[in-house]
């Protein structure tokens, strides 16, 4: 899953939603020097990254790329279902994604010295060219892609797999609706449980 997916599944609370974005940025043991939701929201980005991996629909998402894709497919894999996520986005949250995505932002400027400084980056730039609202757009995905490509060890032009992504469009989607939806009570639980 990606940053928009990690948002909705980290439900309303604003400490939870910004430890579900902080998850791909903060590394290591969580050593109690955040408040206590945002280390609970990290972790829980840390289960679903964990229960996403071993879900039969992304399993058979993944089957759908071309072999070649095989060591960036996940990479490649959650952009695109962000890009789902955001044409599907009326089924699984009430509130405009526009607006959702305002909220989130306005309530991490008040968190902001628990951000670390690479988190912060992303999000500024985030907020001002409004990258997850616009992840329903195939171009975006594709500039998306093509920069997360270029800023691999070794650049890969990841952009090429979306002619492949749009045509496996109708198969991708329903392992996405499935898988996110499994997600989406398990995040629950997890929420109520801790």
């Known amino acids: 899953m990606n940053y928009l997916a990690h948002l909705l599944l980290s439900g309303p609370d604003p400490d ?5 974005l902080l998850g ?12 206590a939701a945002i280390e609970a929201g990290i972790r829980l980005h840390r289960r679903i ?3 996403t991996d071993e879900h039969p629909d992304y399993r058979d998402a993944l089957a759908q790329l071309d072999p070649g ?3 960036y497919a996940g990479i490649i894999l959650d952009i695109w279902f962000d890009h789902l996520l955001c044409h599907q986005w009326s089924l699984w ?3 405009p994604l526009e607006q959702f995505c305002d909220q989130c932002w306005r309530d991490f400027h008040a968190r902001s010295r628990y951000i670390p400084p690479r988190a912060l980056a992303f999000m500024q730039r985030a907020e001002q060219f409004k990258l997850l609202e616009s992840y329903g757009d195939e171009q975006v995905i594709a500039r998306t892609l093509e920069r997360v490509g270029q800023r691999l060890r070794r650049p890969v032009a990841l952009h090429e797999a979306v002619p492949e992504l749009i045509a496996a469009r109708d198969a991708l989607e329903h392992n996405f609706t499935n898988l996110f939806s499994d ?3 398990e995040a629950e639980q997890f929420r109520q449980h801790t």
């Open 93 to 95: 949250h009430p509130q």
């Open 24 to 35: 791909d940025f903060v590394k290591g043991p969580l050593t109690g020097e955040r408040p």
């Open 49 to 51: 990254d964990a229960r």
């Open 16 to 20: 939870w939603r910004l430890g579900g």
């Open 69 to 71: 894709w095989r060591r």
């Open 183 to 185: 997600l989406n009570r």
